[in-house]
Structures are given as C-alpha cells and as structure tokens.
C-alpha cells in the first residue's frame, strides 16, 4: 500500500521552486510563528517572510509559487506574518534598540510605521501572531525582569503577561494560533531553574475577554522544547514540540491526526499543517541536515520521507515551515543559502473554495482482473471517481479507484 500511495498520489511533482538567496542558514528558522501564509488554503497568491543578517524581507507569489518578489522591510530577526480576512498583510518581529531588543508589528497595506509593541528595558524576543475578527494578537518572551516571561498584546490594548501564575519558573517560545470558533490559543515552554523536573509544555486560550487558565500540554522529567502549533488553524488544536530523552531528541505531536516517529538523529523545529481528520503534513528538522516529512491521508493512512531523498536535493535542508499544503525552508551549504518552497496539493476530499471533506473510506477492496464484474452491477447506483475527484466510467488494472455510494467510500485497486 505504501509504494501505491506514492506512486498514484497526484500531488507528488519533484519540482521546487526558488524563493530568494540569503547569507543565513536560519532564514526560515525559527518556527514558533507562521512564515507562510495564505488568505485560504486554495489561494494562488503566497506571502512568505525569512531574515538575512541585514534585516527582515517579504516575499510574494500570484502563481502558487512559481515565481516569487521579494522587498526588503527593517533591520531585526526572526519575523512572522499572518493574514486578516480583507487580506491585509501584518508581520512582527524583533529589533535591536539601545543594546536590548523589541517587537515591532507593521501592516504591509496600511503603511503606517512600525509600533513598538513590547516596551519593556530588556530583552523582547521570538513574536509571534494571529489574526482574529476581534484583533491582532502578538506574544513574545521577554527576560527583562529575570526569568524569561511570556507576554500577550492585541494590538492597540493593554499587555497582558501570561506566565504570572508561575513567576520563577523560566517561560519561552511562545507560539500563537486560532482554534475551536476563533479561540486564541498560546503554547510555550517552561521549566524551573532551582528545580527543573519537570519540564512543561504549557498552553491557555483566550475567551470572552478572558485568559483562561493554563493547560498542561505534556510534562515530563526529560526537556521539552519549541513548541510550534498548526498556522493553518482548525477546529481542534494541534501541535508540535521536542522531547529530549537518552541524549537523542526526537519530535512529538499533539492533537490532529497525532503523527511522528522517533529517528537516532537530531530531530528539531517541528512544524505541521492539519485539516480535521482528512488529512496532516508533518515536518522537522534532522541533524540540521535534511527535513523528514510525515505525511497523513484518511484513505491510504501515514508515510514518512526525507525531503532531499524525495526531492533530489544534494545540499543539507533547515528549518521548515508550513502552511495547508505549502512549505517553505533553507537550502544549502554555505551562504548564499536559498528559502525555497514546494507546494504538495491537496488529495480528493478537500473542495476547492471550501474544507468540505468526503467522509471517511472503507477498507480497500483488491479485485483481480480475472474476476467476474462489470462496472455496471458494481456500480448499483454508485459512483466511481479517480484520485483527481474526476467521474471515470471504465476500470484499469492496477490504478486507485474510488467508490462511492451514500455516504460510504471504498477504495478499489484493480490488480493485474
């Protein structure tokens, strides 16, 4: 089943396409906030942020990545963008000032100047947002005043800091998203410096107004690291994170479709794009060398690949991003590295214009060709689609075939 999944998959075109040259092998990194972004998952048009030592660039595409512009914006690191709903385009991130650092936020479409948004004497840094109908929301970790804190703002009210149920521990890596009807959700790590077992994923949404109290996302006596949630954003949250355990790491994954498998290399930066129980794309950096890729489809299950192997790459591969279907990261050896970008295309099951899903398949049926059928007394009233969602009124051997009748879905192989 799996060699069929690859070979029949209609999404799997070895292309990728060529972003922008920078001096950093961090240009995509880090991955606490959303470098890719699209005003839904079926648009053509791609808006991606990366950072060069000189500042932050944006850069954009009309053709589903095809060919890319890019503009240079202000001096700083580590940028994230996100998208409102009339498409106007907003970025965080942080900048050096007077020996310290703060997070600045500027919109693209309304050209107003930066804003400092953090304010505070000492070291702001990692931002991270989410657009809402209700605001624009920013967080950050900032160890001005000690131990690292998290920090929450919507933009044009007061900041809030999310951490103050537990002052001395140490907090950080904050990343935000929207789930569950628009709930603003922020993850991060946290571990006590006196004390340090055991080590928390923490997690709280905002509601009403209201902060609601922390969630325990994992805790454990080995480390947790970089937390990264699904940008694309869904019903239920999902997210990634590093466990540290025997001198290896490896990458965990929480909600969605689960997903992951330990490796006996380094495996850091997780980053994943869900879409309810259809289908995941998983991915992570692997001995800050190649990018494995853990891919989820309800009707042929999980498959697991390495982006150079797949994609003939020769040069190592760092710091992934995704967004629905399209991901983003660094290539190369030396500077100049590349941001480059691959868009996998969604299987049947996901509509254009829409998230409407085909409800989940039915075992596989296998039908050798020397069995006695038509298509007509098979049909009986069903439907046969192939993997494009296009209507097929004759059966080859050795293809995919999907049957549908009610509400019920069979997978059909004919074999030679």
Same mark, same amino acid.
């Given at each position: 089943?799996?060699?069929?999944?690859? @070979?029949?998959?209609?999404?799997?075109?070895?292309?990728?396409?060529?972003?922008?040259?920078?001096?950093?092998?961090?240009?995509?990194?880090?991955? %606490?906030?959303?470098?890719?972004?699209?005003? %839904?998952?079926?648009?053509?048009?791609?808006?991606?942020? *990366?950072?060069?030592?000189?500042?932050?660039?944006?850069?954009?595409?009309?053709?589903?990545?095809?060919? !890319?512009?890019?503009?240079?914006?202000?001096?700083?690191?580590?940028?994230?963008?996100?998208?409102?709903?009339?498409?106007?385009?907003?970025?965080?991130?942080?900048?050096?000032?007077?020996?310290?650092?703060?997070?600045?936020?500027?919109?693209?479409?309304?050209?107003?100047?930066?804003? %400092?948004?953090?304010?505070?004497?000492?070291?702001?840094?990692?931002?991270?947002?989410?657009?809402? &109908?209700?605001?624009?929301?920013?967080?950050?970790?900032?160890?001005?005043?000690?131990?690292?804190?998290?920090?929450?703002?919507?933009?044009?009210?007061?900041?809030?800091?999310?951490?103050?149920?537990?002052?001395?521990?140490?907090?950080?890596?904050?990343?935000?998203?929207?789930?569950?009807?628009?709930?603003?959700?922020? *993850?991060?790590?946290?571990?006590?410096?006196?004390?340090?077992?055991?080590?928390?994923?923490?997690?709280?949404?905002?509601?009403?107004?209201?902060? &609601?109290? /922390?969630?325990?996302?994992?805790?454990?006596?080995?480390?947790?690291?970089?937390?990264?949630?699904?940008?694309?954003?869904?019903?239920?949250?999902?997210?990634?994170?590093?466990?540290?355990?025997?001198?290896?790491?490896?990458?965990?994954? *929480?909600?969605? %479709?689960?997903?992951?498998? /330990?490796? /006996?290399? &380094?495996?850091?930066?997780?980053?994943?794009?869900?879409?309810?129980?259809?289908?995941?794309?998983?991915? !992570?950096?692997?001995?800050?060398?190649?990018?494995?890729?853990? *891919?989820?489809?309800?009707?042929?299950? !999980?498959?697991?690949?390495?982006?150079?192997?797949?994609?003939?790459?020769?040069?190592?591969?760092?710091?992934?991003?995704?967004?629905?279907?399209?991901?983003? !990261?660094?290539?190369?050896?030396?500077?100049?590295?590349?941001?480059?970008?691959?868009?996998?295309?969604?299987?049947?099951?996901? &509509?254009?214009?829409?998230? #409407?899903?085909?409800?989940?398949?039915?075992?596989?049926?296998?039908?050798?060709?020397?069995?006695?059928?038509?298509?007509?007394? @098979?049909?009986?009233?069903?439907?046969?689609?192939?993997?494009?969602?296009?209507?097929?009124?004759?059966?080859?051997?050795?293809?995919?075939?999907?049957?549908? #009748?009610? #509400?019920?879905?069979?997978?059909?192989?004919?074999?030679?």
């Amino acid at each position: 089943m799996r060699n069929l999944y690859l @070979l029949f998959f209609p999404f799997f075109a070895l292309s990728q396409n060529f972003i922008a040259n920078s001096d950093l092998p961090t240009a995509t990194g880090m991955s %606490n906030g959303p470098k890719i972004v699209l005003r %839904n998952i079926f648009s053509d048009t791609i808006h991606c942020v *990366f950072q060069k030592s000189d500042g932050i660039y944006y850069a954009r595409s009309e053709d589903r990545g095809q060919h !890319w512009t890019t503009q240079f914006l202000y001096p700083g690191r580590n940028p994230s963008i996100a998208l409102s709903e009339n498409g106007y385009r907003h970025i965080v991130w942080e900048k050096d000032t007077a020996g310290n650092s703060e997070i600045y936020y500027y919109c693209l479409d309304i050209r107003s100047p930066p804003v %400092n948004v953090s304010q505070t004497p000492g070291k702001s840094y990692l931002p991270s947002l989410a657009i809402s &109908r209700d605001g624009i929301h920013i967080v950050w970790a900032d160890s001005s005043f000690g131990p690292s804190r998290i920090y929450y703002r919507r933009l044009n009210s007061d900041t809030f800091q999310l951490t103050g149920f537990n002052p001395s521990a140490d907090h950080s890596y904050p990343t935000i998203g929207l789930f569950e009807r628009g709930r603003v959700y922020v *993850f991060w790590q946290s571990y006590s410096p006196a004390n340090p077992f055991p080590y928390r994923i923490y997690g709280r949404y905002w509601e009403g107004d209201t902060w &609601r109290n /922390p969630l325990v996302i994992d805790s454990s006596v080995n480390t947790l690291l970089h937390p990264a949630c699904d940008f694309t954003g869904e019903e239920d949250f999902s997210l990634g994170y590093e466990f540290y355990s025997q001198g290896n790491l490896d990458c965990r994954f *929480f909600g969605g %479709n689960g997903g992951g498998y /330990p490796t /006996p290399g &380094r495996s850091t930066y997780p980053v994943l794009s869900t879409i309810t129980t259809t289908w995941s794309y998983l991915a !992570w950096m692997e001995n800050e060398a190649d990018i494995l890729l853990h *891919f989820y489809y309800f009707m042929t299950g !999980w498959w697991r690949l390495s982006l150079r192997d797949f994609l003939s790459i020769s040069e190592r591969v760092y710091h992934p991003n995704f967004y629905g279907a399209h991901l983003i !990261w660094t290539q190369g050896e030396n500077a100049p590295y590349r941001v480059m970008h691959y868009f996998f295309d969604y299987p049947i099951g996901i &509509r254009s214009g829409s998230k #409407k899903l085909l409800p989940p398949s039915q075992p596989t049926n296998i039908i050798p060709t020397k069995s006695q059928f038509s298509l007509k007394n @098979l049909q009986a009233g069903g439907k046969f689609y192939d993997l494009k969602g296009e209507r097929v009124d004759e059966l080859k051997s050795g293809i995919y075939f999907l049957y549908q #009748k009610g #509400k019920s879905i069979d997978k059909i192989i004919i074999l030679r």
